[in-house]
């Protein structure tokens, strides 16, 4: 068994549950949209981020029906935001099953994609969820922007590390950041904690992107189940590379980039510019900068008492960098 399938072990019996919630969620009158739903919902992930909250609640007490809630709307909030995000990608595969705009074309990917957001709106008006709904629609915003900045600093092969930090806080680690957040709330905390814990949900997703990157140049991208070089191929240059740069001589950079400017070229000199970032650093200098991330999450935890859920919390943010995959 495997450090993440333990961690969410110890919430299994609430995930399961959760499971039973959300598949209601799932459904509809509409024949055709309902027949996507049954799709949607039989290929659905680990779910981390549900497994997030009712940690993170946990931490403060017994699990209520407020965390189910927040973790339904969430994961419906997720799933279109990774439907929308196929369509951007013109993407055919997701976690190794053809795309939903594989099957039914782009209108119906982009419908159900806001079906979806809809769907997760309503679960927290319905119940009365107004803080869950701010914290949420925060950070559906900021992911529209992530991605919208990732598209500019592909388009200008920018190597700012500012930029690249701004673009994966707001992709990524932002809805790592709600989870906490909404876990908190859950259990009715100050916002001083609710705000400590969803800074150590923006840490971790942070680190968690940085180690996806360095799959880029090592192994598949455990997000999108991406070939390596992927992004080069994408002409996103993420934080190994922008490292090998600090490294470099301007030549050498320029060098750099031209070859991922050859859109002809591009594909046979992805070996070359990986062996180019592992000469320069870029894969042990990243890992340590997503270790120093993950310790300052640590380090928010550890104004808490000892507990299974901390631990556990522990555990995942370890895992988030140890991971091999």
């Given at each position: 068994m495997s450090k993440l399938d333990n961690i969410l072990k110890q919430v299994g019996n609430d995930l399961d549950r959760f499971d039973t919630i959300f598949k209601k969620q799932l459904q509809s009158n509409v024949p055709l949209l309902n027949m996507v739903l049954r799709y949607v919902a039989s290929r659905s992930g680990k779910k981390i981020r549900p497994a997030l909250i009712f940690l993170t609640s946990s931490l403060f007490g017994?699990?209520?029906?407020?965390?189910?809630?927040?973790?339904?709307?969430?994961?419906?909030?997720?799933?279109?935001?990774?439907?929308?995000d196929d369509v951007v990608d013109e993407a055919n595969?997701?976690?190794?099953?053809?795309?939903?705009?594989?099957?039914?074309?782009?209108?119906?990917?982009?419908?159900?994609?806001?079906?979806?957001?809809?769907?997760?709106?309503?679960?927290?008006?319905?119940?009365?969820?107004?803080?869950?709904?701010q914290v949420t629609s925060h950070a559906v915003q900021k992911m529209s922007e992530g991605e919208l900045q990732s598209m500019e600093a592909s388009r200008r092969l920018s190597y700012d590390e500012q930029t690249y930090f701004k673009i994966i806080t707001n992709k990524t680690a932002?809805?790592?950041?709600?989870c906490c957040e909404i876990g908190a709330i859950s259990q009715d905390q100050p916002d001083s904690i609710v705000e400590a814990m969803g800074n150590f949900g923006e840490l971790i997703g942070i680190a968690f992107q940085i180690k996806d990157d360095i799959f880029d140049y090592t192994n598949s991208s455990s997000l999108l189940g991406k070939p390596v070089g992927n992004d080069i191929r994408e002409k996103k240059i993420t934080l190994p590379l922008i490292i090998a740069f600090k490294n470099s001589t301007q030549t050498e950079i320029d060098q750099i980039l031209k070859k991922i400017k050859n859109t002809k070229t591009i594909k046979k000199e992805v070996p070359y510019i990986i062996d180019y970032v592992k000469e320069r650093n870029g894969i042990i200098e990243?890992?340590?900068?997503?270790?120093?991330y993950v310790n300052q999450a640590q380090h928010i935890l550890n104004q808490f008492k000892e507990s299974r859920a901390k631990n556990c919390l522990m555990d995942f943010s370890l895992y988030v960098i140890e991971r091999e995959k």
């Open positions: 017994d699990i209520s029906q407020r965390a189910y809630i927040g973790a339904s709307m969430t994961e419906l909030l997720h799933t279109a935001t990774l439907v929308h595969e997701r976690r190794g099953f053809l795309s939903i705009n594989a099957i039914w074309k782009n209108k119906v990917s982009v419908l159900l994609g806001d079906y979806l957001l809809s769907r997760g709106l309503l679960v927290a008006v319905e119940n009365n969820e107004y803080k869950f709904l932002v809805l790592l950041r709600s990243s890992e340590k900068i997503a270790s120093g």
